[in-house]
């Protein structure tokens, strides 16, 4: 308990001298907290200007749709196509365009220009790119965690502000529509191209598939192969018909009776057939040899999906080819305002009341360690080599208590 009593009370004795010294002071402790609080009310009240901030919530331009990305998945394997993917924007790019078009240097000339900031600002500066500088201090672009846009313009007209940022999103929309129609027009001309292209190919394949139809009499394999093996399979069902009754003939009447020459030139008429058909003689009429159904069928697929193939791939150029010309020739708005900038009259500089506490503060740490500091220097023994510095201090500073 003496302890706990001991050092409240050496508490107690240093809060006491230092309002002592405090007060021993008193002209000095109040001016040295008044002063600087006087002109800092002052410089707050009507000498700093204040400013005020005008803000936007915008949103990105919307992702390409649904063509764009399966027909670039398809030209990314396709032969001569594959950079037609660089072409085509996406979601990420239009947000890096608009965010590009926001901070160029082209934008900020055109707001400098037209509102005629230089006279605005009092800019005395030799360069253009101070100019830009000071410009872009109070401009300041953000992407939130939603993706968009949050854009702040401050400045000390309140009115000039909602009207800069108003300008700026014109501006980056048109700029923005401006790149998608340039885009648009130098992509479908490049469709145009392949269209040309994708069509004369379609139309020789068509050709020559249909050159190599009539040539070799191939029109389906499957259903012509499936006709040949069911007509070789009935002359062989009737040859061997036939030839049971030949033997049969042989066996009962001889070989010299009218009924086994007949047999035997039926006979030898379903051999004439078969060969004939092995042979490819009656192709005329659908059936083919059996020996070169591999070959054709074959060449006859690959001819049939080279040409499905492009004509797919005409059918999605023909769609992206429409897709691009709508786009082109859109006018509508590519950026979303979700938050319009207003005239919005609350000052956001200077902070009136925050300064004045602040100054206060300091102010008054001040003043309680120069009145500390020179009650302390009135008890420093004056023969001592530290009083002997404090007299040639004071004598050139002239405190007086």
């Not at 030949?246 to 009447?253: A, D, F, Q, T, V």
């Not at 159904?293 to 005409?314: D, F, G, N």
């Amino acid at each position: 308990m003496a302890s706990e009593t001991q050092h409240d009370m050496t508490l107690l004795e240093g809060l006491l001298k230092v309002v002592n010294s405090c007060l021993s002071h008193k002209r000095l402790f109040v001016l040295t907290i008044f002063v600087p609080v006087l002109v800092a009310f002052i410089m707050v009240m009507w000498v700093i200007k204040p400013t005020y901030s005008a803000e936007a919530i915008v949103t990105p331009p919307a992702s390409g749709g649904g063509l764009s990305g399966s027909l670039g998945k398809l030209l990314e394997g396709t032969s001569g196509l594959s950079s037609f993917s660089s072409l085509m924007g996406n979601k990420d790019e239009g947000i890096n365009i608009v965010w590009t078009y926001f901070n160029s240097w082209e934008l900020h000339n055109k707001v400098i220009e037209k509102f005629h900031l230089a006279e605005h600002y009092e800019f005395d500066g030799k360069f253009h790119a101070d100019l830009l500088k000071q410009f872009r201090r109070n401009f300041s672009l953000e992407q939130n965690d939603e993706d968009m846009f949050y854009i702040v313009f401050v400045d000390e007209d309140y009115k000039l502000a909602s009207q800069v940022l108003t300008f700026m999103l014109d501006q980056v929309d048109s700029m923005y529509n401006n790149f998608k129609t340039t885009q648009a027009r130098q992509s479908r001309t490049y469709m145009n191209q392949r269209l040309a292209e994708v069509e004369h190919r379609i139309d020789s394949l068509e050709s020559e598939f249909v050159n190599f139809q009539e040539t070799n009499h191939i029109y389906d394999p499957n259903v012509q192969t499936e006709g040949t093996m069911k007509y070789l399979s009935g002359l062989q069902v009737d040859r061997d018909a036939i030839y049971m009754a030949l033997s049969k003939e042989r066996k009962e009447h001889g070989e010299n009776t009218r009924q086994f020459q007949d047999l035997q030139n039926r006979l030898k008429d379903i051999d004439i057939a078969k060969h004939q058909t092995l042979g490819g003689r009656h192709s005329n009429i659908g059936v083919v040899a059996l020996n070169k159904v591999p070959k054709l069928s074959a060449e006859y697929a690959r001819m049939e999906k080279e040409l499905k193939l492009q004509a797919v791939i005409y059918t999605l150029l023909k769609q992206e080819s429409e897709r691009l010309y709508i786009e082109e020739s859109n006018l509508m708005s590519n950026l979303i305002v979700l938050q319009p900038p207003w005239e919005n009259d609350k000052k956001i500089k200077p902070l009136r009341g925050v300064t004045l506490i602040f100054v206060f503060s300091i102010s008054f740490i001040v003043a309680v360690f120069l009145c500390c500091f020179l009650e302390f220097c009135r008890g420093v023994n004056p023969e001592s080599s530290l009083g002997v510095e404090m007299k040639k201090f004071s004598r050139k500073v002239r405190f007086k208590s």
